[in-house]
């Protein structure tokens, strides 16, 4: 008897304790509104918390330690298989007999004069830099026209180079801030490594081929300058990551 006439008095109090909370929302409609209010604040960091704690601790710095650069700027212009060049011809200098931007002739010969320092072999040269958009048909068509000589259909030879060659109008050669190095010898990793110094960047890398269009190229350099070079390098970043992330900051 004693026992059921506690749990009454529990109840009773259970209920006043009920009636008064609904009573109080009921009261304070202002207190209640900014309670809904913050609700969606509140899952929007705990989302985005989720977020970051699921991606890697680096995601965070990335943004943080951004280089303060444009994706406007001239050295970061895109040119890939889906952004054609701008057909705005770059004012020409030369190294070692090779065109390129005039805005890169002091870095081209700097970086050059390193991978010379490497590896002194004659072979180990610039071999191309700025290219026309003729220039760059042509080599297209040259390519297929071997790969027909030796057998090949012309539609599955134009599959084969579309590969390495792109297509004229969308070769990152067209702006003068591309060069090729030859690769006589063994010595890629470490003229890649030495690159971001001088302001470029290896930009076809292995496993980013979804990304850039364009399978492993070891010989192919792009100047993006110094800062971003590091950057991009250190995060593993293509130019079209980079550019994105930029973006998004600049947002
Ligand atoms: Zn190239």
Do not use: C
């Amino acid at each position: 008897m004693r026992r059921n006439k506690g749990i009454l008095v529990v109840l009773q109090l259970l209920a006043i304790v009920i009636a008064l909370v609904g009573f109080y929302i009921f009261l304070s409609p202002r207190d209640f509104r900014v309670t809904t209010d913050e609700s969606p604040r509140l899952s929007t960091s705990s989302s985005s918390m989720a977020v970051t704690s699921s991606s890697s601790s680096s995601n965070k710095e990335e943004t943080d330690a951004l280089p303060d650069v444009s994706p406007n700027d001239w050295e970061l212009v895109l040119v890939n298989r889906d952004y054609a060049f701008n057909n705005v011809v770059p004012e020409l200098g030369y190294v070692e007999g090779i065109p390129v931007d005039q805005r890169i002739v002091e870095a081209t010969t700097q970086f050059m004069a390193a991978v010379h320092a490497l590896d002194a072999d004659p072979l180990q040269r610039l071999y191309s830099g700025y290219r026309s958009v003729e220039e760059q048909a042509a080599l297209f068509q040259t390519r297929v026209a071997e790969l027909v000589a030796g057998g090949t259909s012309e539609e599955e030879a134009t599959t084969i180079v579309s590969q390495t060659v792109l297509p004229a109008g969308h070769s990152e050669h067209h702006t003068g801030l591309a060069i090729d190095i030859m690769r006589y010898s063994d010595v890629a990793k470490e003229i890649a490594a030495m690159a971001p110094e001088h302001g470029f960047i290896l930009r076809y890398t292995k496993g980013a081929e979804h990304i850039t269009g364009v399978s492993e190229e070891n010989w192919h350099y792009r100047y993006v300058g110094v800062a971003s070079a590091k950057y991009m390098t250190e995060h593993q970043l293509t130019l079209e990551e980079y550019l994105d992330l930029l973006r998004s900051k600049n947002r």
